[in-house]
């Protein structure tokens, strides 16, 4: 069920006392009808113009290596070196509007490849799948990730629905140029806490790619969109998250 917005109850605010004063000609309510007026289009104002600014302000004082955004971006990014001091590396992922929400997404190094898991305030936790393919050293029997690959975890908004995705990457620099890979996870909460950890609550939503970027790429996770400039002349990738679903729209 959709919900009344502030600006619709403001304005409701306004015709009530625009009648008062009319019937009541001697109470003189014009300061403030004015007032709400004047509010009930701040409002809007405030939420498509000076939250994002601000959001993108608090973003660039995080100093990201790689990753950027315009709107609200929690995100952590390393190098292969910090998940294998024992401890791995960990994100606080923001609360949602729900409850069964995971509370922490981890990554580390578990026998011969990296893992990635949430882990929920119940305790329990679910394996992301991640399956890379870029990103590895390979041999007949060999696979091992190359330790100078860059990753990180991306808690954002893509699809614009009010519930935020985990986005898994990597950064192989190994053949000159710097080829990037994503995974973007959905989360469906489920009805019962009792069912947080099940593996089928999560969908990966996109699977994408970005390969031969010139220099350090500028990874832009924005609310409906994924952009990855390739530095070389105004060539670009970028998919549009439509439907639960990725759309390539680059041009590269």
């Not at 990180?152 to 629905?161: E, K, M, P, V």
Request: net charge negative; glycine share 6%; proline share 4%.
């Amino acid at each position: 069920m959709k919900r009344l917005t502030l600006p619709f109850w403001l304005s409701i605010v306004v015709i009530l006392a625009a009648l008062t004063w009319l019937i009541f000609p001697d109470i003189n309510l014009e300061p403030l009808i004015v007032f709400i007026a004047a509010m009930t289009g701040i409002v809007p104002l405030v939420r498509s113009e000076f939250l994002p600014w601000f959001e993108h302000l608090k973003l660039n004082k995080r100093k990201f290596s790689f990753l950027t955004g315009s709107s609200k971006l929690n995100a952590v990014e390393f190098a292969f070196d910090d998940l294998c001091n024992g401890k791995g590396v960990k994100l606080n992922l923001v609360k949602q509007s729900f409850a069964n929400y995971p509370k922490v997404a981890c990554g580390y190094f578990e026998q011969s490849d990296i893992a990635f898991q949430v882990y929920f305030h119940n305790g329990s936790s679910t394996r992301l799948e991640h399956c890379f393919s870029l990103g590895y050293e390979t041999a007949e029997e060999y696979k091992a990730p190359l330790s100078s690959n860059r990753y990180f975890i991306a808690q954002a908004d893509i699809d614009s629905d009010g519930v935020e995705e985990i986005v898994l990457g990597v950064l192989d620099n190994s053949s000159g140029l710097i080829d990037v890979e994503l995974k973007v996870y959905k989360y469906f909460p489920p009805f019962f806490e009792k069912d947080t950890a099940r593996s089928k609550n999560w969908e990966l939503i996109g699977a994408l790619k970005a390969l031969g970027i010139v220099e350090t790429p500028l990874i832009e996770i924005g609310q409906g969109f994924i952009k990855i400039p390739r530095n070389f002349r105004d060539f670009y990738y970028k998919w549009v998250l439509v439907d639960g679903k990725a759309t390539d729209v680059g041009e590269y």
